[in-house]
C-alpha cells in the first residue's frame, strides 16, 4: 500500500518565513480555507516559491486566454493527472468562471465530449496531446491555431505544463487535499 502522508509538512512560520508565511495566508483565504497545503508547503523554498508564484500568476490569472478557458485546461490537466488536490481547487475557481457541473462532466469525459464547441474541442485535444505525449502533432497545432494568435498559443503550451508539472509535485509530495 503506497503511503498517502505528505512527504514534506506544510510550513509554518517558521519553516516559510516572516513574507511566505504572509503570502501563504493571503493565498489560503482567497482559496477559502485556513490551509492552502500547496502554498505552506511550497513556501518553505522561499524566494523560489515567490518566483513560482510570479510565474503562474503570469499564466492564470493574468493570462491572455480567458478565464473560463484556463480553468478547462487546468481541470482537464488535473483529471488526465488524477490530481484530487488539482481538481479540488480548481472546480472551486472554476465555478466562478462559469464552469458548471455539466461541463466538468464533459471536462471528465475529453474532447470527444459532445457539446464542446470547434474552439473548446481544439483546446482540450492540444491539452491531451501535451499530457499524454509531451508533443503537438501538426493538425492538432493547426486546428487550435484557427482559433488562438501566436501569443495565446504559447500560453496553452505553457499553462498546460505548468499544470502538469504542478500535478507531479503535488503527488510526488503528497500533498493534501485543504479541508
Excluded at 117 to 139: C, G, I, M, S
Aim: glycine share 8%; proline share 4%.
Amino acid at each position: 500500500m503506497v503511503s498517502t502522508q505528505p512527504r514534506i509538512a506544510p510550513g509554518r512560520l517558521r519553516e516559510l518565513g516572516p513574507v511566505n508565511w504572509v503570502v501563504w495566508q493571503a493565498l489560503s483565504r482567497a482559496a477559502g480555507t485556513d490551509d492552502a497545503h500547496l502554498f505552506s508547503t511550497l513556501g518553505r523554498t522561499g524566494g523560489l516559491f515567490r518566483g513560482w508564484l510570479h510565474f503562474s500568476g503570469k499564466l492564470m490569472p493574468g493570462g491572455r486566454l480567458r478565464r473560463y478557458e484556463s480553468e478547462m485546461v487546468i481541470l482537464r490537466v488535473a483529471h488526465l493527472r488524477e490530481c484530487e488536490y488539482e481538481t479540488d481547487h480548481h472546480i472551486r475557481l472554476g465555478k466562478r468562471a462559469g464552469i458548471t457541473q455539466e461541463v466538468l462532466d464533459r471536462l471528465r469525459l475529453g474532447p470527444a465530449a459532445p457539446g464542446w464547441t470547434d474552439k473548446e474541442r481544439a483546446l482540450l485535444t492540444a491539452v491531451d496531446q501535451l499530457v499524454t505525449t509531451r508533443n503537438l502533432d501538426d493538425p492538432t497545432w493547426t486546428t487550435l491555431a484557427e482559433h488562438y494568435d501566436d501569443r495565446r498559443l504559447i500560453e496553452i503550451v505553457l499553462l498546460t505544463n505548468q499544470y502538469e508539472g504542478l500535478a507531479s509535485t503535488i503527488t510526488a509530495l503528497r500533498i493534501q487535499t485543504d479541508h
